[in-house]
T-cell receptor, first 111, second 113 residues
Framework: GENVEQHPSTLSVQEGDSAVIKCTYS??????FPWYKQELGKRPQLIID???NVGEKKDQRIAVTLNKTAKHFSLHITETQPEDSAVYFC??????????WGAGTKLIIKP | NAGVTQTPKFRVLKTGQSMTLLCAQD?????MYWYRQDPGMGLRLIHY???????AKGEVPDGYNVSRLKKQNFLLGLESAAPSQTSVYFC????????????FGPGTRLTVT
């Protein structure tokens, strides 16, 4: 069936450096790709999303890029800060109703 | 505007007991979802609903039942709890098929002993 692979599972970066998380998807019909951030003990919250008719989207320090041909998309966080420490999930749409989720990346920001 | 709420927040069950988790949303969203979250496995869809009175199976539906009698509520039932159902359960909702963003509830931590 359709799946989303997410790498790495854990990412440790120095405060101020950039972080990149990558996802690949299998369903060529997927057309919506969100990224969620989940802080410890909290609910997942949307931080940025992209649709298949766009190659890149930015929102301040975060950006998402999409390569539909290769079926992969990435989250880029620049100038990382301690509050960026969390688990990040990517997802890809499945039909009109569902999202298929990656397994998550634990991002650790080292002071 | 409370968004998505879930009750209870925590629960401990013995094997074989039953319980119902309640999800409520006040955003007039059409679609609602129940997920379970286990370490290292991301979010797995249990059941979902695309409107009042409708439900459908997700990726891991076995051992669970759902009902959506009112648009704002989505109930998840465990008829006979098993230790494998120990997990954190999240409810989510989204407006419709034009806006895919899913809004999550705070979660229910369930332990089955």
């Amino acid at each position: 069936g359709e799946n989303v692979e997410q790498h790495p599972s854990t990412l440790s970066v120095q405060e101020g450096d950039s972080a990149v998380i990558k996802c690949t998807y299998s369903d060529s019909a997927s057309n919506y790709f969100p990224w969620y951030k989940q802080e410890l003990g909290k609910r997942p919250q949307l931080i940025i999303d992209i649709r298949s008719n766009v190659g890149e989207k930015k929102d301040q320090r975060i950006a998402v890029t999409l390569n539909k041909t290769a079926k992969h998309f990435s989250l880029h966080i620049t100038e990382t800060q301690p509050e960026d420490s969390a688990v990040y999930f990517c997802a890809a749409s499945r039909g009109n109703y569902q999202l298929i989720w990656g397994a998550g990346t634990k991002l650790i920001i080292k002071p | 505007n409370a968004g998505v709420t879930q009750t209870p927040k925590f629960r401990v069950l013995k094997t074989g007991q039953s319980m119902t988790l309640l999800c409520a949303q006040d955003m007039n969203h059409e679609y609602m979802y129940w997920y379970r979250q286990d370490p290292g496995m991301g979010l797995r869809l249990i059941h979902y609903s695309v409107g009042e009175g409708t439900t459908a199976k997700g990726e891991v539906p076995d051992g669970y039942n759902v009902s959506r009698l009112k648009k704002q509520n989505f109930l998840l039932g465990l008829e006979s709890a098993a230790p494998s159902q120990t997990s954190v359960y999240f409810c989510a909702s989204s407006m419709d098929n034009t806006k895919h963003e899913q809004y999550f509830g705070p979660g229910t931590r369930l332990t089955v002993t």
